[in-house]
């Protein structure tokens, strides 16, 4: 019998969603029946379509939430797309397992009926949303409550965790109650077949002798503010042959192209928004020295950002706060910065790397022979198929018993 699996994620749409497409994809060349459900977003505006052997359904969605009130707003409407699509896709196609990207946790409600049916769950730990929703609004009241609770459920009724790195699979043990065995941890690294880097581009420089990249979401917890404040500073200093570029969309956006125009330096400093990965890899690679200006919190500490590992792949040597996660990534990759040097002492380990062209050379060849050898998609996709060794494994095992208490 064909296992069929569906993969419902909220937060992005599929195949933009780089991690959850290569999960399908390497389902799919596994011998699985793969269905993505997903939102509608700009460029991915259609209802239904066949990649690479895998099914992806969008439903609607309204705009991005950037407060409380927004996202309980986002995530039920999410909810009810996603559930009225799942019955509609279990009637027309079927599926064994229900694989919940989180955020948000409440995708596990979608999975309760379906468990009725004998169908498993497997939790696909993206984030911490707990410490998410501290590291934006810093307290905790009745929504933080609510979020510790989505996430108690969520683990509770879990048969499989798949978790992004080993701090998670802490959590997923400790604060899930989940038996190691479990737990797999599937790191996202980059795909080393698609994700090449390119001649660099002297146009995409600006006009400037240097060129900062970065990559990813534009919100509050991603330290986009430092960021400005360290090109600000880096002018200050009276050096005008560096110029900032930041790939990727986001809530923050609009408010960060806003608080650039006010600093003044529009001139040195420009977002892209959402671009196509052709033109994410001709920026990335025309980089001198790549940044994740993520600031320090519990959120921060704990979690991988795919980012670190894509600046590795193309050999980019890297700035950073010293966080635990990070650390661990990018080991000689990178520089690191104590929060209590704060943007001076950012701004002075890039313009270090900058002036020092072979250290640059050191960190970037360190960095892509360590994602190369260790890293890399490929590296994850063994985890990822016993995870669902294990979860079909549950399947025939409770059949098994139940056909034997039928035959006594």
Known sequence: MKRKVLIIVENLPVPFDTRVW???VALHA??????VLCPKAKGFRRTYELLEGVHIYRHPMPTEGNSPLGYLCEYGCAFF???????WIFFRRGFHVIQGCNPPDNIVLVA???????????????DVIPELYLSKYDRKDLFYSVQVWF????FRFSDVVISTNHSYREIAIARGRQDPKNVFVVRNGPDLRTFIAVPAELPLKYGRRYLVGYVGTMSTQEGLDILLEVAEHIRNLGREDVHFTCVGGGPGLAELKELARKKRIQDIFNFTGRISDGDLLRVLSTADVCVNPDRPCPMNDISTMIKIMEYMALGKPIVQFDLREGKISAQEASLYCDEEDGVGGFAERILWLLDHPEERERMGEFGRRRVKEELAWEHSVGNLLAAYESVFGKTRAKRSLQAGVAGS
């Open 22 to 24: 290569k999960e399908a």
């Open 30 to 35: 596994a011998g699985y029946e793969v269905t």
């Open 81 to 87: 797309w996603e559930l009225l699509f799942s019955w």
């Open 112 to 126: 309760f009926p379906f468990r009725l049916l004998g169908v498993k769950y497997v939790f696909d730990h993206h």
């Open 151 to 154: 996430e108690w459920l969520t």
